[in-house]
């Protein structure tokens, strides 16, 4: 089983409009949590942690269910510039592990 | 400040060539990262160090080797390049270990092998 599960997608929104992922992840020692993002052949870039209590920036929250062994990220009023891959990485025991990535088209 | 800058941006090579990729970082970070990135495989942890001098295997170590003789540095080697080493290689540093602070990444080398 992977150490990090998500659904690839693709996401089409519209603008405007409110959209979430999911990552499932396999190790229940996981101890940190991060939600990248990834623009067309550009490297990734740390999009934000997401904290046990459930966190928020801006247009974008991240929850985490320890219970269930999952993330989340919502994105409300999504813009144009929010297209993008968003990948979730979790931290057992030290080291990475990143999902493929989901990746979001928001259009006009 | 350039933050992690990687070089070569592409590369084509044959099999059987060898060829070393540079990263290089301007943060004073203890902690660098080699991954590369597959379609559909997101990115895995090839090789990584802790400080100046030290290096340790990843998910995927073969076929590739690493050093970091200046902590500003590190290097990762292909002895004798196989198309399955086609990929895109991106190299990360932090200061903490990894999932205790953000990871910086460069901006990649794409490389094909025939």
């Known amino acids: 089983r992977k150490e990090v599960e998500q659904d690839p997608g693709p996401f089409n929104v519209p603008e405007g409009a409110t959209v979430a992922f999911n990552c499932t992840y396999s190790?229940?020692?996981?101890?940190?949590f991060f939600w990248y993002r990834q623009d067309c052949r550009k490297e990734p870039k740390l999009l934000m942690s997401v904290y046990s209590s459930g966190n928020e920036d801006g247009r974008f929250t991240a929850q985490l269910n320890r219970a269930s062994q999952y993330i989340s990220l919502l994105i409300r009023d999504s813009k144009l510039s929010d297209s993008a891959t968003y990948l979730c990485?979790?931290?057992?025991?030290?080291?990475?592990?990143f999902g493929r990535g989901t990746q979001l088209t928001v259009w006009p | 400040n350039a933050g992690v800058t990687q070089t070569p941006k592409f590369r084509v090579l044959k099999t059987g060539q060898s060829m070393t990729l540079l990263c290089a970082q301007d943060m004073n970070h203890e902690y660098m990262y080699w991954y590369r990135q597959d379609p559909g495989m997101g990115l895995r942890l090839i090789h990584y160090?802790?400080?100046?001098?030290?290096?340790a295997k990843g998910e995927v170590p073969d076929g590739y080797n690493v050093s970091r003789l200046k902590k500003q540095n590190f290097l990762l080697g292909l002895e004798s390049a196989a198309p399955s080493q086609t990929s895109v290689y991106f190299c990360?540093?932090?200061?903490?270990?990894?999932?205790?602070?953000?990871?910086?990444f460069g901006p990649g080398t794409r490389l094909t092998v025939l």
């Open positions: 190790n229940s020692a996981s101890q940190s």
């Open positions: 160090s802790v400080g100046e001098g030290t290096t």
């Open positions: 990360a540093s932090s200061i903490q270990l990894a999932g205790f602070s953000e990871q910086f």
């Open positions: 990485v979790v931290t057992p025991l030290g080291r990475l592990y």
